[in-house]
């Protein structure tokens, strides 16, 4: 699937531009429930990398704890607005879709992912790439949309694009494949858009890299 959030140039940049502002009025508490969760493991001075960074809401929480901070996103505009936050070390324009990813093996300390897997229906390469480029006894730690039976699949009319959700045994079968273990996972809700009408169930995980 595309990996743009809708094919409209315009529209793109203006998510863009109120991404962060949307994160608030969509009641997101993603980027302090994924750093919450990862806070006793990790270090001032060890890098994690950002798959899927946008405008760095995520890492930045992580930049203020003195982390380096590496990230990729295959949209420019994204990558603008978090290049403009001055949290990073080094920001690639990068398709998740294509691998391997551009690092080494065992290059980071930690990996993130937050908002970003239920874009994709198939998570295995990412579990893959992360193992490779996570250092061992590092974490691997992201959010899905929560589904309770298989792969979900929903097409996002405003934004044109593909939503998936994953269920845990998807999500267990592929943390014992790739020789991670589950240290957390919870649940939380954020609303599907500003209207606040609906909300969606989301779920965090952390893992430990074996
Ligand atoms: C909902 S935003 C989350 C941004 C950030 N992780 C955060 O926590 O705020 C999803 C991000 O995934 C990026 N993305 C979607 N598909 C991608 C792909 N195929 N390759 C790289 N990035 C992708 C989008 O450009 C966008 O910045």
């Given amino acids: 699937m595309s990996g743009k959030l809708t094919s409209n140039k315009h529209k793109e940049i203006d998510y863009a531009d109120e991404y962060d502002d949307l994160a608030s009025q969509t009641e997101s508490h993603s980027a ?3 750093f919450g969760l990862a806070y006793e493991y990790i ?11 946008g405008t760095g809401l995520s890492s930045n ?9 590496y990230g990729f ?16 070390v080094d920001l690639k324009l990068f398709d998740l879709n294509q691998e391997p990813l551009p690092y080494a093996n065992e290059q980071f300390d930690h990996a993130i992912s937050v908002g970003v897997f239920h874009f994709f229906q198939d998570l295995d390469s990412f579990f893959g790439e992360a193992k490779r480029i996570i250092k061992p006894g590092g974490t691997f730690s992201f959010t899905v949309i929560v589904s309770d039976d298989g792969i979900s699949h929903e097409f996002n009319e405003e934004y ?16 014992t494949k790739y020789n991670f273990k589950l240290l957390k996972r919870i649940r939380f809700l954020i609303f599907k858009d500003v ?6 169930c989301f779920e965090a995980y952390v893992l430990i890299s074996d």
């Fill in 32 to 34: 302090e429930i994924i």
């Fill in 195 to 200: 209207a606040k009408t609906e909300r969606i």
């Fill in 43 to 53: 270090q001032p001075e060890q890098t994690v990398l950002d798959i899927g960074i």
């Fill in 61 to 69: 929480l992580f930049y203020q704890v003195g982390m380096d901070i």
């Fill in 73 to 88: 996103d295959n949209s420019p505009e994204m990558l603008n607005i978090c290049k403009n936050k001055d949290i990073t």
């Fill in 160 to 175: 044109q694009i593909n939503v998936y959700g994953h269920n845990q045994e998807y999500l267990e079968d592929l943390i």
